[in-house]
């Protein structure tokens, strides 16, 4: 069986340290040859100008395929497009197109007066401003402001009507969640590659409250397993173990592309990766 290709999410530094994390983690992972990497806007697009300075420098000095985030959030269309340019005139063809979050402390998203209202005019609007290749949101389990699961699918469909070339999931515990949902896209006539977006979890904590905020399911068996990995200090090998599993399951299930996203610590990506049989192919060296 083929292995996957691999792609992974990376998050723009704050400060010093973060960009100390940030490129160990690019220089850990580069050499697993993804097919490309992401780099996220952050919450109500906060990190817009820091997205930019990472994207251009990991594209630049690092070779690797980046796909840039873009959302929707407190900005014009003009300003928004903007964006889009600046990071083609850097040499970025794909774009993670998502309507975005809103600001801390607003409880729903509010399109700006003059903004796109949502993911799909986005899509549109860079679909005829370039040559991009457009990554849109999918969800395994219902979107927190979903109806029900199927106007998740409903909206995937709209994405991909307005131009999405593939979608990337929201993290799941369990392959049958991504299954039951790639299933339920192709009935409804779904034909862009759907990347399972597979979490590691490197502290469980903080990714049980992520999951709650974000809609995830979480099943009974993953958070007693974590319990008791916390009392015997073996959270670590608990952590490569289900998301070794999970991936397996995944690729055994006909998945040809998984999406890590690795919260700037590349450890446990890594550790996976090569446990499913997939090793470094080239040494890292930046490009002068």
């Given amino acids: 069986m083929p292995a996957p290709r691999l792609s992974f999410e990376f998050f723009p530094p704050q400060s010093l340290d973060a960009s100390f994390r940030l490129w160990d983690t690019v220089q850990t992972l580069a050499p697993l040859a993804p097919s490309f990497v992401s780099v996220t806007y952050g919450a109500g697009g906060t990190t817009r100008d820091l997205t930019h300075d990472a994207v251009a420098t990991i594209g630049a000095h690092y070779g690797l395929n980046v796909a840039a985030h873009l959302t929707c959030v407190d900005a014009t269309r003009e300003e928004t497009l903007g964006i889009a340019q600046r990071y083609a005139e850097a040499g970025v063809r794909e774009i993670v197109a998502l309507r975005g979050d809103p600001p801390k402390g607003q409880g729903r998203f509010t399109p700006h007066p003059d903004g796109f209202a949502d993911s799909c005019e986005l899509i549109e609007a860079l679909k005829e401003a370039g040559d991009f290749r457009i990554h849109v949101g999918a969800y ?49 006539g779904i034909d862009i590659p759907i990347i399972p977006g597979i979490l590691p979890i490197e502290n469980w904590r903080g990714v049980r409250k992520f999951a709650e905020r974000c809609g995830a399911h979480v099943p009974a068996w993953v958070s007693d397993a974590f319990e008791t990995a916390e009392r ?42 090569h446990a499913l049989g997939i090793t470094p192919e080239v040494t890292l060296e930046k490009v002068a």
């Fill in 232 to 273: 015997d200090g073996r959270s670590e090998l608990l952590a490569t173990a289900i998301c070794t599993e999970l991936c397996s399951d995944l690729i055994e299930g006909g998945v040809e592309d998984l999406h890590f996203y690795t919260l700037n610590k590349p450890g446990l990506t890594r550790d996976v990766a």
């Fill in 140 to 188: 395994p389990d219902p979107h927190p402001e979903a109806a029900d699961a199927a106007a998740d699918v409903t909206w995937l469909k709209r994405k991909v009507e307005a131009g999405a070339d593939a979608a990337i999931t929201q993290f799941f515990f369990e392959a049958d969640t991504y299954f039951r949902f790639r299933d339920a896209c192709e009935k409804a």
